[in-house]
C-alpha cells in the first residue's frame, strides 16, 4: 500500500505498555504455541476482510470514503530473503486512538475466562485465540518484531501512523505520512518460521483458510519480478453459490474460517428462501462446545449480510438463545442495508427469517438423529443441555423438540444418554399409562434412588436426568404422544392399570397394620413433614421424602435461593417401607427418646439419599453415633 513514509511534523513517538492481559496472552503466544503456527495468517486476513467490510458498511451512507480506490482487497508481499510478511488492505484502518486501543488491551470481557478455559493442549488453545477475538496478537507466535502502518478512512495522508512491538511488554506509536488509507501489518519472522515467508507455503495457507473471504486476496506472480498481482483466493461469498457448485470440502473450509475452529463441522444445512421474502442462510452444527457457551456474554449469532454487504457479526437476533451453538450467515435481500441492532429487535422481517432457520436447524437436528445415529449422540453430548431450554422457552416448536431429547435410562447398563422418547414409548409395558423420570444430584444417585426401587422391579423403565436445568425443563413438560410424563419422587406413583388387586390388598393390610406406627412417626417429627405413609415405591430402602406434584423441588430451590430469591418453603411427605426390618424394629420400641431419635434419623437418611442438605449435619452424626455405640454394646453383651 505505502510506498513513502516520512515522520508527519509535530507528532511525538510514544511508548505504551500493554494491558495486563495482553502481556500474559503474548508470553503463551510466544512460549507454548508451537503447532498450527499458522493461524497467524488466517487471523490477520480476516481482520483484513473484516476492515474491507467495515469500510464498504460505511460507504454505503458516505460513498466519499472510497476515495479513488473503490475495488476493496487484501495484498499479501512476502521477502524470503528479509524473512518477512506484509498484509495489505485497503480497509477502513484505524485512528492513532484506535490502534492504540485496538492493538494493546483486549477488549471482550471475560478476558480471564479465556485463561482460566485454556487447557494445556496447544490445539485447543490456538483455536480459542480466533474465537475469542485476540487474533492479532497471533502474529507474535512467527514474529520477533510486528509493525503495523494504518490510516483511516477519510483521514489525511499525515494522520496515518506506524505501531511496532517485539512483545516484550510495550509498543511504541509514531504518526507518520501515508498516501493512501487501510493497514498494512508487517511481520519480522523469527529464525524458525522462516518458511512463512515462502510464496508457495503462503499461497497453499491462503487457499486452506481464507479462500471464500469475500475480498480477493492478491500474491505477486510466480517467478516475476515485476509488481503483477493476481487473486489466489475464490473470493466470492461461498453461500452465494448453488448447492451444487459446493463441495464438501468448501464447506467445511468455510466453517472452519467462519468458526475459527480447527474441526470439522457436523452438520450444515444451506438454504435459500425465495419468494416473497428473500434470504440465504448457510448454517453449521459445530462438533465442539465453545469453552463460554454458559457464560452470560457468550458471543453467539450469526454474521449478517445484507445483498451480500456484511452488516454485522454475532446477529443475535436470528436464531433462539438454545440455538446459540449454531454458526454461520445469513444473507436478506430484504432489510435495508443501514439496519441496526436497535433496528433489528423490531424489524418484523427478523422475526420471520428466525423463525424459518429455528425451523431449518430443527430439521437438521431431525436429519442427523435419524440417519447419523452416531454423530448426533456426539452433538447430544457436547449440547443437549443447551438445546433441552427450548422445551422451556420455545413452546412454539415443541413437537420438534421433543423427538430430540436424548435421556439415561434404567434400561441401558451406563449412563450414556441415547433413549429417545420413542425408545421409551416403544418398550413401555401393557396398562402403562405415565413416562416415569427421576432427576438427581447424578446419574448414578438417580438410578439408585429410593423413588423407582419398585419400579425398576416391575420392570417399569425410568428416565434419568442430573443436569441443572432438569427440574425446570421436565415440569414444563406436559405429554408426549399422548403419554403424560412423571416425576417417579412425587405425588402418587400412579401405576394405573398395573397395579394389580394383589398389589392394592398388600397396601391397604400394612396401612392398616401400620396405622399406630405412622402416626408415633408423625408426632415425633412434628411439623417437618406434612404426613407419614406407606410407600409403594420403596424395595430396599426404609424411607422416603415425597414432594408434592407441583412442589418446588430441592435443586431448583437452592439455584433460586442462590440467585438471592426468596423461596417458599415446601414440606414432604415421608413414605415409610413398612417391610423394612428397621421399621419393624422401630414399632417394637416403647421408649419415647429411642424412639424419636431412630425416626428422626429415619427422616434423615430420605433427606440425603435425595441429595438434599441436612438442617444440623453435627446433630446428625452424634445421634448416627449414639445408635452405633448402642449396637456395639448390644454386641459386646451377646459374645
Ligand atoms: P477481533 O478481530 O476479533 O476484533 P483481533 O485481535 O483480531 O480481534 O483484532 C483486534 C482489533 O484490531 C479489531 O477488532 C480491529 O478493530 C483492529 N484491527 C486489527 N486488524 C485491523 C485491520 N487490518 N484494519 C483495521 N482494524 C484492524
Ligand atoms: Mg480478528
Known sequence: MQTTETPAAGTTRQTHGFQAEVRELLKLMIHSLYSHREIFLRELISNASDACDRLRFLAIGESALLGDDPELGIRIDADPKAGTVTITDNGIGMTREEAVANLGTIARSGTAEFFRSLPGDEQKASQLIGQFGVGFYSAFIVSERVEVRTRRAGAPPEAGMRWESRADGEFTVENVTLPKRGTAVTLYLKEDAREFADALRLRGLIRRYSDHIGFPVRMAKEGEATLDYEVVNQARALWTLPRT????EEYRQFYQYLAHDFSDPLAWSHNKVEGKREYTSLLYLPARAPFDLYQRDTVRGLKLYVRRVFIMDDAEQFL???????????DSSDLPLNVSRELLQQEPEVEAIRSGLTKRVLDLLARLAKDEPEKYAAFWKEFGAVLKEGIAQDQANEAALLPLLRFASTSQADNTPVVSLAD???????????????????LDAARAHPAIERLKERGLEVLLL???IDEWVMGQLEAYEGKRFKDASRGDLDLGPLASEADKARHDAELKESKGLLKRIKDALGE???EVRVSDRLKDSPALLVLGEHDLGDRLRRILTAAGQKVPEVKPILEVNVTHPLVTYLDGVAEAGEFGELAQLLYEQAQLAEGAALANPPDFVLRLN???VRLAAARGQDT
Open 424 to 442: 421409551y414409548l416403544a418398550r413401555m409395558k401393557p396398562g402403562q399409562e405415565r413416562i416415569y423420570y427421576v432427576i438427581a444430584e447424578s
Open 466 to 468: 442430573s443436569e441443572r
Open 245 to 248: 457448485q459446493i463441495s464438501d
Open 528 to 530: 417437618r413433614v406434612t
Open 626 to 628: 449414639r445408635l452405633l
Open 320 to 330: 433462539p438463545l438454545y440455538l446459540r451453538f449454531v454458526k454461520g450467515v445469513v
